[in-house]
């Protein structure tokens, strides 16, 4: 169940995402648009994707292509629970670092799945400190890592827009 719940927290995510950038992904030949999600929550239990299907006239209308949890290792766990307690040049170091994983993790899944269409991946990245009511937050994962790792464009920092 807690995978189900998460993977509509992706599409809810992909879904808001559109809204507000779907002319930039458009393209005037394909009537789909294929995106890659990435979810890990403050839970540690592990990094959540989803491979998504949105018909671009209508993007309420979804195809979940393929999903997976990725269980987070001990050292994974450690380090995502103590990041907010890094100095800054640190917690650069760790996002960039947890990019490499994301980056890794995310080519595998479309090397399993034999992915032939990806327009992006959306990655929420992962929350290490978040004080709305200042609004704070922090979410590493270098967006730009990931995108070298998989060669696809990657958008990210979607809970600043929140805060």
């Known amino acids: 169940m807690h995978l189900l719940h ?23 030949n394909n009537t789909y648009i294929y995106a890659i999600g990435l979810m890990s929550g403050t839970s540690l239990d592990g990094l959540d994707i989803i491979y998504v299907r949105f018909d671009e006239k ?3 209308n979804f195809k979940i ?5 990725v269980p987070y290792t001990t050292y994974w766990r450690e380090q995502l629970k103590n990041g907010m307690y890094l100095p800054p040049e640190e917690i650069e170091k760790l996002s960039t670092e947890y990019g ?3 980056g890794i993790e995310t080519r595998k ?7 032939m269409a990806l327009d992006f991946i959306a990655s929420h990245g992962h929350t290490i400190f ?5 609004s704070i937050t922090l979410q590493i994962g ?16 979607f809970r600043t827009q929140d805060v």
């Open 6 to 28: 998460r993977v509509i927290e992706l599409i809810v995510l992909l879904d808001l995402y559109f809204q507000y950038t779907f002319h930039i992904f458009m393209d005037m």
């Open 58 to 60: 209508n993007l309420s």
């Open 65 to 69: 292509l393929a999903a997976k949890a």
């Open 100 to 102: 490499v994983y994301l």
């Open 109 to 115: 899944f479309i090397e399993k799945n034999k992915m």
């Open 130 to 134: 978040h004080q709305p009511e200042r």
């Open 142 to 157: 270098d967006g730009q890592t990931i995108a070298n790792y998989t060669n696809c464009k990657v958008v990210c920092d």
